[in-house]
């Protein structure tokens, strides 16, 4: 039996991680993700756990590759100055395929921006962030409670796919108090990274054969673990630039071992009445909760509004949102910035659906009845 | 008692890359560079002081029984 | 038995490194310090940041972490901090830890962190082709100051006593048995231990600066390394030009980060049971 609870998005956030295992945060203080580091560095060393504050957001995402490597289930909480820092280690963390889970709490940017005013604009920097290509794997949940339930998630993606999770959400959410339900422990799945079973002499820490995952040795037990952020070969050494092959193959493993499970276990997303729409809603996080009041006013007026909401962000689920779009006449894009999500699905729509952008970036969410106005708008030009 | 005289510097030529350190330490003055390639002229004279293999950047010397 | 002592505890030899480069003879230093000790070598963890000098973790035989440029003390601060039996040590280079890395570097000393910082400090950036670097002395000729570098320098050894560090000392390739047995004191030692390695890079910074080859080089250091005990019989012009070596700081008075934090669990257990 869980309970209901009365928390913030934040605390669902750290509750969440230390629930799903999480034994090791690092971080520094910055608006709007400073809650998170607050309750971590009163919970977990009531269990044994780790809070380090670190000396900037480059150390803090540091010190947490490094506590993983040695065996710790690990997170870090920034927002998009912070996040900004870590590009440069995060990709040393996909290169290398180490497990942790990053939250970035948006706020209005670029730079300083306005620290304590919402936004939606880090949804590409999520994807793109570090040079180099690597594959970004983003959830953003919408609510308190999916806060909760996307940080464990996270933390049983990055685990399972050995690579760096980034859990995405924004001012709002992270400061509005929900009721939520909260599972007890064993109700939730926990999943932990696979142990090797190999004599250590022949272990390699990576696996490039397929979309396999190696297991995941930690410093310490004696398997001689090899970790470089240049580009190695499967026992970690760094690979000759004459190599091509094996320049290659590092790259091909790295989206393979998500594209290959996408559908499995990866790909979430929520529909609302879709199933006939000629206007098709496309949003996340807080402002899909205004879009979904929007879509059911549009019915309520005789427009046959929908809502596609990714959960996973990254990989977007673009096959699946291209099936779904195949009816819809026109596509609404809402979102807290000046046009990031519009540029995702503007990939799976064609010349004759019309794309109408909603967007706001003066600090302020926006409204249903901002949302409404669009697809009036859209569904007009349909007709 | 460990005897020194029959410690003797061997150089692995595979990893010498001849800038030369050893002939600068060598006491006896019997190690010389010859095409990027450190030698040592007359091993007899070798007092295995191991001068030369500690400063060895490259882990090419190693002082060792000859006869073992 | 010397030769197993390479096989024991190098692997793919030959190095990357140029010929005559310190950044070999500092890496013997610590894998005979290491062999002089009675240490579960499975629980050593070498950590490095980018560089020649940082390079040398791709010669090791133990668990190894090549990380980012400046950041291996912040990756090796995680490892240390998550399990703590294990002897966490950080192969560094000048640019490394003190211009990129230089945050991390101050901030693990006043920590006191349980680690072991090793600088190969070569005066220049030689992976990038011979830049000055925070250590290069004035008047030295780089690739990026050929009418004479004009930046003050840091004395890595004060940096890291100021800052906080238990265990300070300067080591040189000249003196390579006592650079082992500095190593060897800096990771028996608890809290946060610095060595800062004086060593040459002849290709680059010995080439530009006319110093002829690596041996000339080599020679140079007899007449410019003096001791701490011979430093305090010197004046301030008998010291121009020199570098002291030895043992700066050897502290156990300070407590180490590790012992700091289990305390701080300790009270945070005492909250919820009281």
Not at chain 3, 140 to 165: H, N, Q, R, V, W
Not at chain 3, 213 to 231: G, H, P
Request: net charge negative.
């Amino acid at each position: 039996m869980g309970s209901y609870q009365i928390m913030t998005g934040n605390e669902a956030c750290a509750r969440a991680a230390i629930a799903a295992g999480m034994s090791f945060f690092a971080g520094y203080p910055i608006t709007p993700a400073t809650e998170i580091a607050e309750l971590c560095s009163e919970l977990l060393p009531q269990n044994n756990g780790v809070y380090m504050q670190m000396e900037d957001e480059i150390a803090s995402i540091g010190a947490i590759i490094g506590a993983s490597a040695a065996g710790k289930k690990v997170m870090t909480a920034t927002s998009g100055p912070g996040f900004s820092l870590m590009q440069e280690n995060l990709g040393w963390a996909h290169i290398n395929e180490i497990p942790c889970v990053i939250v970035d709490v948006m706020r209005k940017g670029p730079s300083g921006g306005s620290a304590t005013l919402p936004a939606q604009a880090d949804i590409m920097q999520t994807k793109w962030g570090s040079h180099g290509d690597y594959r970004s794997l983003v959830v953003v949940p919408n609510s308190v409670e999916e806060i909760y339930t996307e940080t464990i998630r996270a933390f049983n993606l990055a685990e399972k796919y050995r690579q760096p999770v980034i859990l995405l959400y924004d001012a709002v959410l992270a400061h509005m108090s929900e009721k939520i339900y909260v599972r007890d422990l064993d109700e939730i799945e926990i999943i932990n990274r696979s142990k090797p079973s190999c004599d250590k002499k022949d272990y390699n820490p990576f696996n490039y054969e397929s979309s396999k995952v190696a297991p995941l040795a930690s410093f310490g037990e004696g398997y001689k673990i090899h970790f470089s952020g240049l580009t190695h070969d499967e026992t970690g050494f760094p690979v000759s630039n004459q190599n091509t092959t094996g320049l290659e193959v590092l790259i091909h493993h790295l989206f393979d071992k998500i594209d290959d499970n996408y559908d499995k276990d990866i790909k979430k997303y929520e529909t609302f009445m879709v199933d006939d729409a000629d206007v098709l809603v496309v949003s996340i996080g807080i402002t899909s909760r205004s879009a979904k009041a929007a879509v059911a006013a549009a019915r309520k007026q005789g427009i046959k509004a929908g809502l596609f909401r990714p959960i996973t962000m990254w990989p977007f689920p673009h096959d699946d949102f291209s099936r779904i779009n195949l009816k819809s006449k026109a596509i609404v894009t809402a979102e807290m910035n000046n046009g990031q999500l519009n540029q995702v699905v503007i990939e799976d729509i064609d010349r004759n659906q019309k794309l109408v952008m909603k967007n706001l970036y003066d600090g302020n969410q926006i409204r249903d009845i901002d949302i409404l106005n669009s697809i009036i708008e859209a569904n007009k030009y349909e007709q | 008692m460990e005897n020194n005289n029959s410690l003797k510097a061997n150089i692995n030529s595979r990893l010498c890359k001849g800038c030369g350190i050893c002939v600068l330490f060598c006491p006896k003055k019997i190690i010389e560079v010859k095409q990027d390639k450190a030698f040592i002229n007359n091993i007899d004279d070798c007092i295995g002081c191991r001068q030369c293999e500690y400063h060895c950047p490259d882990f090419a010397i190693v002082v060792g029984d000859n006869n073992g | 038995m010397n030769n197993d002592i390479y096989s024991k505890y190098l692997v793919k030899l030959p190095t990357m490194w140029c010929p005559g480069c310190g950044n070999g003879i500092v890496l013997q230093a610590i894998i005979r310090s290491i062999d002089e000790m009675d240490l579960d070598l499975d629980k050593v963890v070498f950590v490095s940041g980018i560089g020649c000098s940082s390079r040398a973790v791709n010669y090791l035989n133990f668990d190894c972490m090549h990380t980012n440029h400046g950041r291996a003390i912040a990756f090796a601060t995680g490892i240390k901090m998550a399990n703590p039996e294990l002897k966490v040590i950080v192969l560094t280079g000048d640019g490394d830890c003190a211009s990129i890395g230089g945050n991390h570097l101050i901030h693990a000393c006043r920590r006191n962190i349980d680690l072991t910082i090793i600088c190969m400090n070569n005066s220049n950036y030689g992976m990038t082709g011979g830049q000055y670097s925070p250590t290069t002395p004035i008047g030295s000729i780089t690739k990026t100051s050929i009418y004479g570098s004009y930046e003050p320098p840091f004395d890595l050894c004060d940096l890291t006593k100021s800052a906080g560090a238990s265990f300070v000392a300067r080591a040189a390739t000249y003196y390579p048995v006592q650079m082992k047995n500095i190593i060897k004191n800096a990771i028996n030692h608890k809290g946060l231990s610095f060595v800062d390695c004086a060593s040459d890079c002849p290709s680059l910074y010995g080439r530009l600066n006319r110093l002829s080859d690596a041996a000339n080089m080599m020679s140079l250091w007899k007449d410019r390394l003096v001791t701490i005990k011979q430093a305090e019989t010197m004046s301030s012009e008998q010291l121009q030009g020199k570098v002291i070596w030895g043992e700066f700081v050897n502290n156990n008075d300070r407590e180490e980060y590790c012992d700091i934090y289990a305390r701080n669990i300790s009270k945070a257990k005492e909250s919820i049971n009281g």
